[in-house]
């Protein structure tokens, strides 16, 4: 089972908006509504930013929404702020024999 | 205050066996799913195994089939991972993680501060 596939790094600068794509088959991304993201800072557990596709648990800003679309789920990030440099991954329940849950290989974003 | 705290990490010979514990505090964690997840250095986030909230359940990652037995201990309120055969590949932080709803919506909602295995001869 390859991971979810995701860009190694995108950057943006304070205020823009940035966009980072996870794609995946039919058998995970594709097939189920069951997404999520997590934001992570070095040598920091993950933090789930959200879940079920597009939700935010209580206290994420709403600067972060999340949408699928076929195989391929985005995570965009506006009005970026300094404190939003991190790594994400994506996350989605596999129907593969191997595992339950696929995770993406990790975004690093940069803020300029 | 709701949390999760693992220890067991540390430096095993490769063949060699581990057993990582995760400690809750703050929620009952029969009540809900729980799984453990690693993180190689420098490398991105990996499923390892899971338990269902109910009937407890066990869900593993083939990479680890045969080797890694998940386990719970609703008395203590703890989470186990047997790590037995351990590879130099076995090498990460484990984080314990616990899910906001059960399979097959595996949202980790709450993470330890993970635990470092190393696995070296």
């Known amino acids: 089972q390859s991971a979810l596939t995701q860009p190694a790094s995108v950057s943006g600068s304070p205020g823009q908006s940035i966009t980072i794509s996870c794609t995946g088959t039919?058998?995970?991304?594709?097939?189920?509504?069951?997404v999520s993201w997590y934001q992570q800072y070095p040598g920091k557990a993950p933090k789930l930013m959200i879940y079920d596709v597009s939700n935010r648990p209580s206290g994420v800003s709403n600067r972060f929404s999340a949408s699928k679309s076929g195989n391929t789920a985005s995570l965009t990030i506006s009005g970026l702020q300094a404190e939003d440099e991190a790594d994400y991954y994506c996350?989605?329940?596999?129907?593969?024999?191997?595992?339950?849950?696929?995770f993406g290989g990790g975004t690093k974003l940069t803020v300029l | 205050e709701v949390q999760v705290l693992e220890s067991g990490g540390g430096l095993v010979q490769p063949g060699g066996s581990l057993r990582l514990s995760c400690a809750a505090s703050?929620?009952?964690?029969?009540?809900?799913?729980m799984s453990w997840v690693l993180q190689a250095p420098g490398k991105g986030l990996e499923w390892v195994s899971g338990v269902g909230s109910s009937g407890g359940y066990t869900y593993n990652a083939d990479s680890v089939k045969g080797r890694f037995t998940i386990s719970r201990d609703d008395s203590k309120n703890t989470l186990y991972l047997q790590m037995n055969s351990l590879r130099v590949e076995d090498t990460a932080v484990y984080y314990c993680a616990k899910s906001k709803a059960g399979r097959p919506r595996w949202y980790f909602d709450l993470w330890g501060r993970g635990t470092l295995v190393t696995v070296s001869s």
């Open positions: 039919a058998g995970d991304v594709g097939g189920y509504n069951f």
């Open positions: 703050g929620f009952t964690i029969s009540n809900y799913a």
């Open positions: 996350s989605s329940y596999t129907s593969s024999s191997t595992l339950d849950v696929v």
